[in-house]
T-cell receptor
Framework: GQQVMQIPQYQHVQEGEDFTTYCNSS?????IQWYKQRPGGHPVFLIQ?????EVKKQKRLTFQFGEAKKNSSLHITATQTTDVGTYFC???????????FGAGTILRVKS | DGGITQSPKYLFRKEGQNVTLSCEQN?????MYWYRQDPGQGLRLIYY???????QKGDIAEGYSVSREKKESFPLTVTSAQKNPTAFYLC????????????FGPGTRLTVT
């Protein structure tokens, strides 16, 4: 079936270090969405990428969508303790009108 | 104050009982969704609805039922047929369909013993 694989499952970084999480889809995506879930909270939408090769920035966060629209990454520069949480990618597949979530990457930041 | 509300936040039930989780939105969104979240497994879609009086099964619909009698409301019933009902349940909505960003409620943590 349609799958979105996300790695790593877990990352523990020192405050100030960079962090990257990657998503790979078995099928071409129409768009990819990224969400953040703080510990004990609910997922909150961060961004959506639609175009092949698209790059978007939100302050210290950089999001990329691959040329083939099958992979994506989220990079955080100089992590802060406020970045802790689980980051999910979710790929939208137009055929079947389906949004498939990756398993998420749990980020912990040591201060 | 617009958003999605879910109640209750925590719910405890005995095995063999049906239980209904509430989800209400005042965002005027057409589409609503129910997800189940288990540790390390991300979000799995249970049911979704794109219009009143219509809904579709997601990937793990067995043991669950829903209704969409009003645009604002999408309650989920966890039946006694669901083998592992203990989980965190999240309701979400989007303006039209899954291509659009989803707004999540605060979730209900269900424990069945």
């Amino acid at each position: 079936g349609q799958q979105v694989m996300q790695i790593p499952q877990y990352q523990h970084v020192q405050e100030g270090e960079d962090f990257t999480t990657y998503c790979n889809s078995s099928t071409t995506l129409s768009n990819i969405q990224w969400y953040k879930q703080r510990p004990g909270g609910h997922p909150v939408f961060l961004i959506q990428l639609v175009k092949s090769g698209e790059v978007k920035k939100q302050k210290r966060l950089t999001f990329q969508f691959g040329e083939a629209k099958k992979n994506s990454s989220l990079h955080i520069t100089a992590t802060q303790t406020t970045d802790v949480g689980t980051y999910f990618c979710a790929g939208y597949m137009e055929y079947g009108n389906k949004l498939v979530f990756g398993a998420g990457t749990i980020l912990r930041v040591k201060s | 104050d617009g958003g999605i509300t879910q109640s209750p936040k925590y719910l405890f039930r005995k095995e063999g009982q049906n239980v209904t989780l509430s989800c209400e939105q005042n965002l005027n969104h057409d589409a609503m969704y129910w997800y189940r979240q288990d540790p390390g497994q991300g979000l799995r879609l249970i049911y979704y609805s794109q219009i009143v009086n219509d809904f579709q099964k997601g990937d793990i619909a067995e043991g669950y039922s829903v209704s969409r009698e009003k645009k604002e409301s999408f309650p989920l019933t966890v039946t006694s047929a669901q083998k592992n009902p203990t989980a965190f349940y999240l309701c979400a909505s989007s303006i039209r369909d899954s291509a659009y960003e989803q707004y999540f409620g605060p979730g209900t943590r269900l424990t069945v013993t």
